[in-house]
């Protein structure tokens, strides 16, 4: 069980809220180091970015194996950091990597190919609540003009609305 805030002081471990960890980035590859083995990741409210601005468009967040990933949480700071409901604590995962969209798709250019890429996950795999919005699938390859939101491959997964 990881955790992860964004407004988490860095050096944190993700071992509980005091502790979270303030990149998903890290938190999956904590999951990955375990070899894939199943693993949960409890995710605070706010916008997460694949990459920071003017980052690489190929930056995306990543699941696999039979990773349970849950966000809408309070987190760090609140009450009840375990507190979880997805309409009072939206986590999102943004693409918009420059944090600069217009209202008709203006300036996401910049934006990352594929915000959340799930890859060799087994049906016990879980993503919850969590909104994916801003990815930009224009890229030259077959595999970057799919999936802005989700792109998948060799894979299965519950996906919870």
Do not use: C
Not at 36 to 42: D, M, N, S, V
Not at 84 to 93: A, E, I, Q, S, Y
Not at 128 to 153: C, H, K, M, P, Q
């Amino acid at each position: 069980l990881l955790f992860v805030a964004l407004n988490a002081p860095p050096g944190g471990d993700g071992s509980n809220w005091a502790e979270a960890l303030n990149d998903i980035q890290a938190a999956s590859a904590v999951l990955a180091a375990r070899g894939g083995a199943y693993g949960e990741i409890r995710v605070a409210q706010g916008v997460y970015k694949p990459a920071a601005p003017g980052g690489d468009r190929s930056a995306t967040f990543r699941l696999s194996g039979s990773a349970h990933w849950l966000g809408g949480y309070a987190g760090v700071g609140a009450a009840d950091p375990n507190a979880r409901n997805v309409g009072l604590f939206p986590t999102v995962l943004s693409g918009d990597l420059n944090g600069d969209d217009g209202p008709n798709s203006e300036n996401n250019t910049e934006n990352s190919f594929h915000v959340m890429t799930i890859s060799d996950a087994t049906a016990e795999a879980v993503l919850d609540g969590f909104v994916i919005t801003s990815g930009f699938a224009n890229g030259d390859a077959w595999s970057d003009r799919e999936g802005a939101g989700i792109f998948t491959n060799n894979t299965q997964l519950s996906v919870a609305v």
